[in-house]
């Protein structure tokens, strides 16, 4: 049949390329055989469509239409008929049909538009060129758009698909359970797949009914979302103009809500009622008769089945008592189904934190079990940021211990507690309620920025959903943690409750683990200074070693002595002599960079290994903590007093290839500042040979 489709649609583009109607008109004698190929045309292609070739292409359609419009613009005045711009709808249709059709379309039409201003010469070839250079422009626009469209509408399909696959897949009672179960795409999938089940089970609930009484729609309205409003699960009707998005109906609101509230049938039976008012209909529709019956189990009522008719009194007492008969039946099923469901995301809950737990009792370095449960979390709750702090009791610091979504590098940084608006908020609770309650706003609207979650600019965002939850262990507030969104409502009350009982589980790990650092800070700094003591600095010099046999960088240390301190201890007593070690540790504190590591060497000996500083670096540090505790003075009680100071100073690699030789030359260099007369720094290539020998200690 296409050998007969093929040269019609030619012949018929060459007739109208030749412009047979544009003068004479409907009273050329070529209409009538015209006309009647033309519709024999169509009907051809009609016919091979449907019955021959169902997949037929829909180009011919298109171009039948082209033809069709060339003619009667012909009839109705040529480029000035008011039909023109019917091109261009045939174009981004055809666009809209097939990816390619939309360039076919126009060219046909500009090649016959072109011949007809070829043989009449009534438009100027400028404004032809205007017609087809937009012709040709929406051609393109619109094939790009329609592309697009398509695949996003192929995407969304394959997704639906997908969907409905994994639900299909779902097996409450099979494995998989655990963090994966809960994703928003898993939850998804459970949600779909129960609402799989339910559709089936509703249908077979209206069937009975259906068969036990007769009514025009039966409409089933459940409280599945347990907060008092009803919504349309499952309807059948003769009718077929149904709304898509059916009303609410609150309990105590409406004919459905009032039987809910009140738990028994609701008959209207001799009155027209509104069909809108029955939140399933689009259009009016004369209802006589309406019965609402309520679904309950025990006290609660789960649903409301409700049946209209267009004939008065449809609903007699005989067939409600019939239908009464099997509502406790359907509340069960609706109710277990409910039950289910809750079940089984209950299981997958407990099953998700097991798995959860075992990543906070993997290890006691809380950082790295945060950041590890952090990753965890997000792929359960949908946040954009993600905070840890935790609370110093003694300097009333919040401590930045675990961020995603911020700057890493703030990590480990403390601000006043007090600058943050929400965390102040957290505390006050605490301390005067003695409550660890969530802390949630759904919208901040245009206040994300300026809420006062950080006093750090760089971490502050336009948020608009914020969850915050205390951490609170032995009675102590610990800290908090924070989730927030740059959507707002991003935190359903199924995510809040999921943290809420995910972080009571963190405040213990992060309270053990605060305990942990504390017995092992016990055991690597000294009890009166809070130094590191003789042990672990030897540790620390001992990496320090490695590290620079394979990355040889500057390393000095100083070893520094208090001078006479058994005069102060002979003079106050040891308690006094406590308090000279406690305040020249402070000093070298305070003097020393963060990146060195300063110690309680034993007795009234402290060392510092300060890493990449050559001699001239440690000598200037030596001097200034020399020149600092001259002046400071020591008060202990009423005793006043002031101490000296004498240091050695070894470097590597000026002193020694060998850092493992630097305690022992710094030693050195030591006695040689005591024997030279004290109260100063003496560097270990200042030291001859001959003073190198231990001084004795006064």
């Not at 003695?434 to 760089?458: C, M, N, Q, T, W």
């Not at 605060?514 to 200074?529: E, F, P």
């Not at 100063?680 to 006064?698: F, G």
């Amino acid at each position: 049949m296409n050998n007969v489709i093929i040269p019609g649609l030619v012949l018929y583009c060459i007739s109208a390329g030749l412009g047979l109607f544009r003068g004479p008109g409907l009273s050329s004698h070529y209409l009538i055989p015209w006309a009647a190929g033309f519709i024999a045309l169509i009907f051809l292609i009609s016919y091979h469509a449907l019955f021959i070739k169902k997949n037929s292409p829909g180009l011919h359609f298109f171009v039948l239409a082209v033809i069709g419009l060339n003619f009667f613009i012909q009839l109705t005045g040529g480029p000035g008929s008011p039909l023109f711009p019917f091109y261009f709808l045939l174009t981004a249709g055809a666009a809209f049909q097939h990816r390619t059709w939309a360039y076919p379309v126009a060219g046909i039409s500009l090649s016959l538009e072109a011949a007809n201003l070829a043989l009449t010469g009534h438009a100027s070839w400028m404004t032809f060129g205007g017609f087809a250079a937009a012709l040709c422009g929406l051609a393109y626009v619109s094939t790009r758009f329609a592309s697009g469209f398509r695949k996003e509408t192929k995407r969304a399909t394959d997704r639906y698909e997908k969907l409905l696959s994994d639900a299909d897949a779902i097996d409450p009672l099979a494995g998989g359970a655990g963090v994966e179960a809960l994703t928003e795409k898993q939850r998804q999938a459970t949600h779909v797949s129960a609402a799989r089940v339910r559709e089936d089970a509703f249908g077979m609930l209206i069937d009975i009914v259906s068969y036990l009484v007769p009514a025009h729609t039966y409409a089933l309205f459940l409280d599945d979302r347990d907060d008092g409003v009803f919504l349309l699960r499952g309807i059948r009707s003769r009718n077929r103009a149904l709304s898509s998005s059916p009303m609410e109906f609150k309990k105590g609101n409406g004919l459905v809500g009032i039987c809910a509230a009140q738990n028994r049938v609701q008959y209207v039976p001799n009155r027209v009622i509104s069909a809108a008012s029955l939140g399933y209909y689009t259009g009016d529709e004369p209802i006589q008769s309406v019965l609402a019956v309520p679904l309950s189990q025990g006290d609660r009522v789960a649903g409301v089945l409700v049946l209209d008719s267009l004939e008065p009194g449809a609903f007699p007492e005989e067939l409600q008592n019939t239908l009464g008969r099997f509502t406790p039946f359907f509340g069960t099923i609706i109710e277990n189904i409910r039950v289910s469901l809750e079940v089984d995301i209950r299981a997958k809950n407990f099953a998700a934190l097991h798995e959860m737990s075992s990543v906070l009792s993997s290890s006691l370095e809380i950082d790295k079990v945060l950041d590890q449960l952090t990753s965890q979390i997000r792929s359960v709750v949908p946040f954009d940021f993600c905070a840890f702090l935790l609370y110093d009791e003694v300097t009333g610091d919040a401590i930045i211990t675990m961020l995603q979504g911020y700057g890493h590098k703030f990590i480990g940084s403390r601000f006043p507690l007090a600058q943050s608006a929400i965390l102040s908020h957290m505390l006050t609770q605490w301390q005067d309620r003695r409550s660890a309650k969530i802390h949630y706003d759904p919208d901040l609207g245009e206040r994300g920025r300026e809420i006062g979650l950080f006093p750090v600019k760089e971490l502050q965002n336009p948020i608009k959903s914020l969850f915050g939850r205390p951490l609170v262990a032995r009675d102590k507030f610990i800290g908090a943690a924070l989730l927030s969104s740059l959507r707002a409502d991003a935190f359903t009350e199924y995510h809040r409750n999921f943290m809420d009982t995910l972080l009571n589980q963190v405040s213990m790990v992060v309270d053990n683990s605060m305990l942990h650092k504390s017995i092992r800070d016990m055991a690597r700094t000294d009890g009166l200074t809070g130094l590191l003591n003789h042990r672990t600095f030897m540790e620390k010099l001992s990496e320090e070693c490695k590290r620079l046999s394979r990355e040889p960088r500057p390393f000095s240390i100083l070893l520094v002595d208090i001078d006479f301190f058994k005069k102060v201890n002979d003079t106050y007593g040891h308690p006094v002599g406590d308090v000279a070690l406690t305040r020249v540790a402070g000093v070298l504190k305070e003097v020393v960079r963060g990146s060195d590591f300063v110690a309680r060497y034993g007795g009234e000996e402290f060392a510092v290994g300060m890493v990449d500083t050559d001699s001239q670096g440690a000598q200037q540090t030596a001097e200034r903590v020399r020149n600092l505790m001259e002046k400071t003075t020591i008060t202990a009680g009423k005793n006043e007093f002031h101490v000296t100071l004498s240091i050695g100073v070894a470097s590597y690699p000026f002193d020694t290839k060998k850092a493992e030789e630097l305690v022992g030359l710094s030693d050195e260099a030591l006695y040689a500042a005591k024997r030279s007369g004290r109260n100063r720094v003496c560097l270990r290539k200042d030291v001859k040979d001959h003073e190198a020998a231990p001084a004795k200690t006064v």
